[in-house]
């Protein structure tokens, strides 16, 4: 059984900073591609920022220079840092993560979301 799961979001004022978690638990050996998206409502999901297992990453247009997307391989986590955070971020951040358990089956799995609000 395996298990992504995202935390960390919260309620933060606007130039603040908030860093996600999705962590990868159970039979895992290790994580592939790793993709934050985020939905704010009445929205479309939309691609936040991506991390290879090589490192390569990828950010929206909108939160370069302020978020930075990282991993542990050691813990089968994935972090999203989030600085100067603005109201226009306020949406549920879903981890979708590539995984690799350790039958060395792969597949890709989805968190719950956890929801960011940027507010004063």
């Known amino acids: 059984q395996v298990q992504v799961v995202e935390s960390g979001g919260g309620l933060v004022q606007p130039g603040g900073s908030l860093r996600l978690s999705c962590a990868a638990s159970?039979?895992?050996?290790?994580?592939?591609?790793v993709v934050w998206y985020r939905q704010a409502p009445g929205s479309q999901r939309e691609l936040v920022a991506a991390?290879?297992?090589?490192?390569?990453?990828n950010y929206a247009d909108s939160v370069k220079g302020r978020f930075t997307i990282s991993r542990d391989n050691a813990k089968n986590t994935v972090y999203l840092q989030m600085n100067s955070l603005k109201p226009e971020d306020t949406a549920v951040y879903y981890c979708?993560?590539?995984?690799?358990?350790?039958?060395?089956?792969?597949?890709?799995?989805w968190g719950q979301g956890t929801q960011v609000t940027v507010s004063s």
């Open positions: 979708n993560a590539e995984v690799v358990t350790t039958t060395k089956v792969t597949f890709r799995s």
């Open positions: 159970g039979s895992v050996l290790s994580l592939n591609v």
């Open positions: 991390l290879t297992s090589g490192g390569a990453t």
